[in-house]
């Protein structure tokens, strides 16, 4: 069990409440059909997926601007697979991903039964680096923007988690304190640490088969939060 003291609770959103991997696929499903890209979808994920999450974390330690990450994630996974594509039309293909995603509402499981149980007992937040014009739309969109009194992003922050800036803002914004706070998120090393670096108390969701740590408590289901909430 956590604290007693606890009275706010900052979920991370994409792989942890909202369904990013799921999401993504239809829209991917959607675009190559409108655009008449002849791929294999599942083969496509498989390598697309582990390169998303690599260039997502260039982009998190500033290695890369957002206009790279939106080219080189796709360009890298066409070229892995083979498929001889031209520029222009990954850059079409970047705009209308962006444009689309945010359409798909699928939430983790658990996510609104969990949202339920908690908002009569804290205040809930959102911290999350995923850009600001999609963020909103995925709350809004999966109806789920109503649970939260804040919503932090790195745009609006100018940091990205595990900096420190972004959860003392979080902090601001929520009028609360570190030692009050429990971060809910995916990534051990932009959520749990950054958030414990600050002080917050902190909660794994294991969404990519993490090997087990120490840092914190580990969850596999959004349901396990009853057990120590």
Known sequence: MYSQNISDIFFDLDHTLWDFEKNSAL?????????????????????????????????RDDKIKKPELRFQRLKETFDAIGYEIKDEVIDILS??????????????????EILNYLKPKYKLHIITNGFEEVQTRKLVNSNIFGYFDQVINSEMAGVKKPNPEIFELALKKANTAPDKSLMVGDSIEADILGAKAVGFHALHFNA??????????????????????
Do not use: G
């Open 95 to 112: 705009t209308e991903y962006i444009t689309n995603l945010a359409t798909y509402n699928n939430l983790l499981p658990y996510t609104v």
């Open 27 to 59: 829209t991917f499903q959607k675009i190559f059909t409108e655009v008449e890209i002849d791929v294999d979808l599942s083969k496509f994920l498989e390598v697309y997926v582990p390169v998303n999450l690599a260039f997502w974390k260039l982009y």
């Open 208 to 229: 990519h088969n993490d090997l087990k740590h120490e840092h914190c408590i580990m969850i596999h289901s959004l349901r396990e939060i009853k057990k120590h909430l």
